[in-house]
């Protein structure tokens, strides 16, 4: 079976298609839009990504190889899904794949560190997009393309509320994979002095949490231990160092505050941090202790594996 992943979610379809092509038998591929490769990401799944840097490279490049697919599976680029189901009726299956802001929105999100030019830019483009996925969703898109879909995905339960039940079209909780290759509780290499210890837990600020409302809620709950907060928006940190990074600490504090709420669900990073062996104090201030087996990349394949074969 030939798998076409389209665009992709923090290394979530680069994990699929890896641990696919290593144990399922499938031909697998990722075709992903990424001028930087910001984290690294695509670099360190080279062998199982298309990388362009364009959108008519990107373009060409999901064509030629939809025309091989058995499945196409599409990560959060929801406006391609009906041009899909148009060219290739129904002998191709499609599976729409949601990863989060892409259903539910973001109402504040948090601009890299640029110049004020740039700055001032920038917000100009995301109140142009606020205002254009306002309009998609007034124009009910999410319905049409969750229509045409042979199988919608989430990858947190929380998403299933967004997804509208259409008779006969199955929608899943699929658990983020985490490459347990790479992220296993495996010795720490040896550190030098500039990677000493500052705090026994770390947290990340990134583009989507309120950090400030996160530490008031740390500390209204009288957790007072040091935390490390890694400014992820100004220094970007590689995929392939983040398992020595998070490995400097005994915790990770998964707690994200976005739109006024707490996602109730463990972020990737979180995942992560328990295959390397951390601890993990969640959102509901719980610590938890090694990763749940349904987010092992054998089991995520194996139950997408399955999913496909009932399309």
């Given at each position: 079976m030939r798998i076409l992943h389209i665009e992709d979610a923090a290394a979530v379809a680069c994990i699929l298609a890896k641990y696919q092509n290593l144990t399922?038998?499938?031909?697998?591929?990722?075709?992903?839009?990424?001028?930087?490769?910001?984290?690294?990401?695509?670099?360190?799944?080279?062998?199982?990504?298309?990388?362009?840097?364009?959108?008519?490279?990107?373009?060409?490049?999901?064509?030629?190889?939809?025309?091989?697919?058995?499945?196409?599976?599409?990560?959060?680029?929801?406006?391609?899904?009906?041009?899909?189901?148009?060219?290739?009726?129904?002998?191709?299956?499609?599976?729409?794949?949601?990863?989060?802001?892409?259903?539910?929105?973001?109402?504040?999100?948090?601009?890299?560190?640029?110049?004020?030019?740039?700055?001032?830019?920038?917000?100009?483009?995301?109140?142009?997009?606020?205002?254009?996925?306002?309009?998609?969703?007034?124009?009910?898109?999410?319905?049409?393309?969750?229509?045409?879909?042979?199988?919608?995905?989430?990858?947190?339960?929380?998403?299933?509320?967004?997804?509208?039940?259409?008779?006969?079209?199955?929608?899943?909780?699929?658990?983020?994979?985490?490459?347990?290759?790479?992220?296993?509780?495996?010795?720490?290499?040896?550190?030098?002095?500039?990677?000493?210890?500052?705090?026994?837990?770390?947290?990340?600020d990134t583009e989507v949490t309120n950090m400030s409302w996160v530490q008031n809620y740390l500390k209204k709950n009288n957790i007072n231990f040091d935390i490390d907060v890694y400014d992820r928006i100004k220094h970007p940190l590689m995929y392939s160092e983040l398992p020595r990074f998070l490995k400097r600490y005994k915790i990770y504090v998964d707690i994200r505050h976005v739109d006024g709420k707490i996602l109730p669900n463990l972020s990737k990073t979180g995942l992560e941090a328990l295959a390397c062996g951390l601890d993990v104090l969640d959102f509901d201030l719980k610590f938890r202790h090694g990763l749940p087996i349904e987010h092992c990349p054998l089991t995520a394949v194996s139950k997408l594996s399955e999913e496909y074969a009932q399309l």
């Open positions: 399922q038998g499938y031909k697998s591929k990722v075709v992903k839009l990424d001028k930087y490769d910001k984290f690294g990401f695509y670099k360190f799944y080279k062998d199982y990504v298309i990388i362009t840097t364009s959108e008519e490279l990107f373009f060409n490049s999901i064509l030629e190889e939809a025309k091989k697919a058995d499945i196409i599976h599409v990560h959060s680029k929801v406006e391609l899904v009906p041009y899909l189901r148009n060219k290739y009726g129904k002998s191709k299956k499609i599976v729409l794949h949601y990863h989060g802001t892409d259903i539910r929105g973001l109402k504040n999100q948090k601009l890299p560190h640029r110049s004020r030019i740039s700055d001032t830019a920038i917000r100009l483009i995301y109140l142009y997009r606020r205002i254009r996925n306002a309009v998609l969703l007034k124009k009910r898109i999410h319905s049409k393309v969750q229509s045409l879909s042979d199988l919608i995905i989430v990858s947190t339960p929380d998403l299933l509320q967004y997804v509208s039940a259409k008779k006969g079209i199955k929608k899943i909780y699929l658990p983020n994979p985490v490459d347990s290759d790479l992220f296993n509780p495996g010795i720490i290499p040896s550190v030098n002095s500039s990677d000493s210890l500052q705090a026994d837990a770390v947290t990340m």
